[in-house]
């Protein structure tokens, strides 16, 4: 059966080469570096299975165990995976691995934030719940954040996931802390929240920019779960998402001057300024700085009542 598959993987593979117009060594970089992830992603599943006790997942450890860990066929059981198939894994066999099963496979071998991430870069996938497993954002991050008050700033991802925020910044289009982690989008919040909608002063041309800038940023990312899921879910939710995605218009993200009418200190005039953290159109901090000085005092004020706030939860 091994055979079958190495054989038909191989025509696949010359079908792909013929219709690309590549010869075999024009293409033999990204192979060998396919190989290469397929071989780091097989050995670290290896390292994580053969450092988990059978008591940490709840099964009997039993008086003939040799095997350090856990057993293959115990990790598939617990993934809800074949056994042939994870062995094949576990072998660097060029086989396709669904974000449900790196999910699954991410919990039974109990990944921390950072693990699960280097899981899914290793298998070429997009964690579909970057709020929940967010790397990305480090204490020093969250600190800057934080000594940023009462300049409302936020950390996002290019699909804008909103994955990290300062208290003043949660108070400034709504009540994020509110908002389920799930649903701290901003594309999401600006179609289907009615209290993000109405801090917002100039709607309609915002929700034309967001479309044409999520548009220009989903072309890297066409095939990714996560970005499909969420197109899905706008064009279900939205009639005015559905209009102007139709326009196909495409905007690049830039800083502009943005007005907001916040709904316990009036209107603000705010400086949107992205700070990449990464390659550009990754992760950025998203900053708003204060256009003049009324704006600085009412943000200020801002800041006082998200304190207050704070305070009275702990």
């Known amino acids: ?21 590549e010869t075999p060594e024009a293409q033999a970089p990204g192979r060998r570096a396919a190989e290469i992830r397929r071989h780091e992603l097989a050995a670290f599943l290896r390292h994580r299975r053969e450092h988990i006790t059978p008591e940490q997942v709840g099964l009997p450890r039993g008086r003939r165990r040799r095997t350090p860990g856990l057993r293959r066929e115990e990790v598939a059981q617990l993934a809800a995976v074949g056994v042939t198939w994870y062995t094949w894994l576990e072998q660097a066999r060029d086989i396709q691995v669904s974000v449900q099963v790196l999910d699954s496979l991410a919990r039974t071998l109990l990944l921390d934030a950072g693990e699960r991430a280097h899981l899914f870069n290793l298998a070429g996938a997009v964690d579909p719940a970057p709020g929940a497993h967010c790397p990305a954002v480090t204490d020093a991050q969250r600190l800057l954040l934080e000594q940023l008050e009462p300049i409302p700033a936020c950390i996002q991802n290019s699909r804008y996931d909103i ?44 929700m034309r920019l967001m479309a044409a800038r999520f548009r220009g940023a989903m072309a ?14 706008l064009t279900a939710e939205s009639p005015e998402f559905r209009e102007v995605w139709e326009r196909h218009e495409v905007e690049s993200a830039r800083s502009k001057r943005k007005e907001f009418r916040n709904a316990h200190v009036g209107l603000l005039s705010l400086d949107h300024t992205d700070l990449w953290l990464g390659p550009h159109n990754g992760p950025r901090m998203v900053t708003y700085a204060p256009a003049d000085r009324e704006s600085r005092e009412r943000l200020e004020k801002l800041h006082a009542i998200a304190l207050e706030r704070s305070a009275a939860d702990a």
């Open 220 to 233: 890297g990312h066409l095939g990714e779960p996560a970005w499909k899921m969420l197109l899905k879910r």
């Open 1 to 21: 059966m091994a055979t079958m598959v190495q054989e038909t993987a191989a025509v696949r593979e010359a079908a792909e080469t013929r219709r690309a117009g």
């Open 163 to 206: 994955l990290a925020y300062n208290r003043t910044y949660g108070l400034l289009l709504c009540d994020l802390d509110a908002i389920a982690p799930a649903d701290r989008n901003c594309m999401v919040l600006c179609y289907t929240n009615a209290d993000w909608q109405a801090s917002i002063v100039r709607l309609e041309e915002t």
